[in-house]
C-alpha cells in the first residue's frame, strides 16, 4: 500500500507543478517578463514546489529530519547530471552572459554555503544558518529582477494569442498547490515507512527516490523546453531550482525546525557542487557559450558511477 501511496503522491506532485507553473507563468506573460526571468523565478519556484512541500512535512517530526536534507541535495544533483544531461542531448542548450556571471556561480555557492553552515554550528543547519540562506536568496530575487527591467523586451509578444485567461491563471495556480501539499505529505509518510520495514536508511530514500520523484517537474519542463529549442527556460528551469532549492526552501525548512547533518553528507554535497561546476566549465569552454550534447552525455555518465557507488555503500544510518 505504500508503494501505491508514494506512486499516487508523485502523480498528484507532476500534475499539481504542471497547473502551477502553467498558471505561473500565464501571470507572468500577461505582464511581458522575459523568458529567462521566467525560467529563473516563477518556473523555477513552480518546479521546486514539490520539494518546498516535501520539505516542509519532513521538517516538522524529528523523526524525518533527514529526508529535508537529503530531499535538497539529491534533488540539486538529479537537476543538475540527469535533467540537463537529458536536456543537452535533446538539444543544445544555450547560455546567457547573466547566466554565466551570476546565476551559475549562485547554483554552485549554494552546496559549498550547506557545507560551511552546517560546519560552524555542530554539523546541522540551525535556524540562524535558515537565515543567512533566506538573506541571500533576497540577494538573489533583487538582481533578478534588476536584470528582468534590463532585458525587459517584446520577446514574449509572439506568444500572445496563446495566452490563457487570467483567472484560468489563478485557479490553476491555487488547484496545483493544493495537489502539492497532499501529495507531498504522501510522500514523506510513505517513503518513511517502507525505509524502517527494510531497513533502507532515511539518507538513501532521500537522495534517491524522493530526490527524483520532487525532481520530475523540472525534468518534464526543461525537456520540453529543450525540444521546443528554448535553451531560456530549460537552463533557467534547473539553476533557478537549485536556488530556490538551498536558499528559499532549506531556509525554510532550517525555521521550522534545525537539520542535522547526516553521515556522508560532506560527499554528496561536493558531488552536487561538481556538477554546478562542470556547467559552468562546459558554457566557457566553448564559443557558442553551450552545453553541448557530448557534455550531457558526460553529466548522465558521472551520476550513474555517484548513483551506483551511493546505493551500495549502505553503511549510512
Known amino acids: 500500500m505504500d508503494y501505491i501511496l508514494i506512486v499516487a503522491g508523485f502523480v498528484l506532485l507532476i500534475f499539481g507543478a504542471n497547473f502551477l507553473v502553467d498558471g505561473a507563468v500565464g501571470i507572468a506573460r500577461r505582464f511581458n517578463v522575459p523568458n529567462l526571468i521566467i525560467g529563473l523565478t516563477i518556473v523555477a519556484f513552480g518546479t521546486s514546489a514539490p520539494e518546498l512541500v516535501v520539505n516542509l512535512v519532513a521538517a ?32 543544445p542548450i544555450k547560455s546567457r552572459a547573466e547566466s554565466r556571471k551570476f546565476d551559475i556561480p549562485l547554483s554552485l555557492a ?55 485567461k487570467f483567472p ?59 525540444v521546443k529549442k528554448n535553451s531560456d527556460i530549460a537552463l533557467g528551469n534547473v539553476i533557478g531550482s537549485n536556488i530556490f532549492n538551498v ?16 553521515k556522508n553528507m560532506e560527499i554528496d554535497l561536493c558531488i552536487a557542487a561538481s556538477g554546478s561546476l562542470l556547467v559552468l566549465i562546459f558554457v566557457l569552454t566553448n564559443k557558442q557559450y553551450e552545453i553541448k550534447r557530448r557534455a550531457g552525455f558526460l553529466l548522465l555518465l558521472i551520476y550513474a558511477v555517484y548513483l551506483y557507488l551511493t546505493i551500495y555503500s549502505m553503511d549510512r544510518p
Open 110 to 164: 549554494a552546496p559549498v554555503a550547506i557545507l560551511l553552515l552546517s560546519w560552524c554550528f555542530d554539523r546541522e543547519i540551525s535556524r540562524t544558518d535558515g537565515i543567512i540562506l533566506l538573506l541571500v536568496f533576497s540577494f538573489f530575487m533583487y538582481v533578478t529582477s534588476r536584470n528582468a527591467m534590463r532585458m525587459r523586451s517584446a520577446e514574449n509578444a509572439e506568444e500572445g494569442g496563446k495566452q490563457q
Open 247 to 262: 536558499f528559499f526552501i532549506l531556509g525554510i525548512s532550517a525555521l521550522v525546525r534545525p537539520l542535522p547533518a547526516y
Open 60 to 91: 516538522m517530526d524529528a523523526s524525518t529530519t533527514d529526508l529535508a536534507l537529503t530531499n535538497i541535495i539529491g534533488s540539486n544533483t538529479i537537476n543538475t547530471f540527469i535533467i540537463l544531461g537529458i536536456a543537452a542531448l535533446v538539444y
Open 168 to 226: 484560468l491563471s489563478v485557479v490553476m495556480v491555487a488547484g496545483g498547490l493544493v495537489m502539492l501539499v497532499i501529495g507531498g505529505q504522501m510522500i514523506v509518510g510513505s517513503a518513511t515507512r517502507i525505509a524502517e520495514a527494510s531497513g533502507i536508511s532515511q539518507a538513501i530514500i532521500g537522495l534517491t527516490i524522493v530526490a527524483l520523484g520532487t525532481s520530475l517537474p523540472e525534468l518534464a519542463t526543461s525537456v520540453v523546453a529543450a
